[in-house]
């Protein structure tokens, strides 16, 4: 079946730092894959996403790209500030239209 | 105005008890969701519902049974519940099926706990 493997969190950082959020894949055929964002005390909103290889997903600054040599949608941003803190959730979806996510990356970013 | 509300925010019950969470979206959308997030943050769907007719059930115990008076509800009602309910629950909605073809919108989440 399809899963989604992120890196563990919580991922700490300075802010204007650089971001790396690792997500690698399984899954048949050709899915489309996302970024969600989940802030304290705020449901899950969609960061960005990428339908086919080698596509890149961008928007406030993040940007990941759909490596389908490699499975992976890496999560990056160029400076990171504090209002970045929150959960990080990488998701893929198949043809079936059933969605399946990761667990999810805490990212705390200090002034 | 919230887009997708859920109801109550936090639950606590004891086992065996039954409760419902309700949803409510004001987006227009023909897509509803259930997804469970686990105590290690695991975020999983339940169930589906387009257009008030369920189109996916994934493998969620007979307790659960989700229930759509209309296409902007979508209520979740859990039978005789057990220890290994207790997680997050979240409601989303969607212009039609499929993350790929529009963007989901979630609700803050209902944090049940059974004891």
């Known amino acids: 079946g399809n899963s989604v493997t992120q890196m563990e969190g919580p991922v700490t950082l300075s802010e204007e730092a650089f971001l790396t959020i690792n997500c690698t894949y399984t899954a048949t055929g050709y899915p489309s894959l996302f970024w969600y964002v989940q802030y304290p005390g705020e449901g899950l909103q969609l960061l960005l996403k990428?339908?086919?290889?080698?596509d890149k997903g961008s928007n406030k600054g993040f940007e990941a790209t759909y490596r389908k040599e490699t499975t992976s949608f890496h999560l990056e941003k160029g400076s990171v500030q504090v209002s970045d803190s929150a959960v990080y959730f990488c998701a893929l979806e198949g043809g079936s239209y059933i969605p399946t996510f990761g667990r999810g990356t805490s990212l705390i970013v200090h002034p | 105005d919230t887009a997708v509300s859920q109801t109550p925010k936090y639950l606590v019950t004891q086992m065996g008890n039954d409760k419902s969470i309700k949803c409510e979206q004001n987006l227009g959308h023909d897509t509803m969701y259930w997804y469970k997030q686990d105590s290690k943050k695991f975020l999983k769907i339940m169930f589906s519902y387009n257009n008030k007719e369920l189109i996916i059930n994934e493998t969620v115990p007979n307790r659960f049974s989700p229930k759509s008076p209309d296409k902007a509800h979508l209520n979740l009602h859990i039978n005789s519940l057990e220890l290994g309910d207790s997680a997050v629950y979240f409601c989303?909605?969607?212009?039609?099926?499929?993350?790929?073809?529009?963007?989901?919108?979630f609700g803050q989440g209902t944090r049940l706990t059974v004891v």
């Open positions: 990428a339908t086919k290889a080698d």
């Open positions: 989303a909605s969607s212009l039609t099926s499929g993350l790929s073809n529009t963007e989901a919108f």
